[in-house]
Nanobody
Framework: QVQLVESGGGLVQPGGSLRLSCAAS????????MSWYRQGSGKERELVAV???????NYADSVKGRFIISRDNGKRTVYLEMNTLKPEDTAVYYC???????WGQGTQVTVSS
């Protein structure tokens, strides 16, 4: 059974940083690409970042240069380091396994002063 558990969300001021984590189980993590999506209030869910099993990374234009996706295969965890946060980054952030189309429950990130 695939499980994805996100953590690390919260309230942060503009310009601040957060690191999200997604702990995975129930599938072969090391050979799976992993991605982060987000969905703001009243908006469609959008792809934020993806990392392949070979650690090739791609980012949405809106987060390039500010966010970093990484993975630790030993811990079966994917991370999203978010820097220089903006109010428009406010959203629920979801972990996703593309080849299984499996989703975590999401973690709320709110950027506000």
């Amino acid at each position: 059974q695939v499980q994805l558990v996100e953590s690390g969300g919260g309230l942060v001021q503009p310009g601040g940083s957060l690191r999200l984590s997604c702990a995975a189980s129930g599938f072969t993590f090391s050979s799976s690409a992993m991605s982060w999506y987000r969905q703001g209030s009243g908006k469609e869910r959008e792809l934020v970042a993806v990392i392949t099993s070979g650690r090739i990374r791609n980012y949405a234009d809106s987060v390039k240069g500010r966010f970093i996706i990484s993975r630790d295969n030993g811990k079966r965890t994917v991370y999203l380091e978010m820097n220089t946060l903006k109010p428009e980054d406010t959203a629920v952030y979801y972990c996703h396994v593309p080849r299984l189309d499996s989703w975590g429950q999401g973690t709320q990130v709110t950027v506000s002063s």
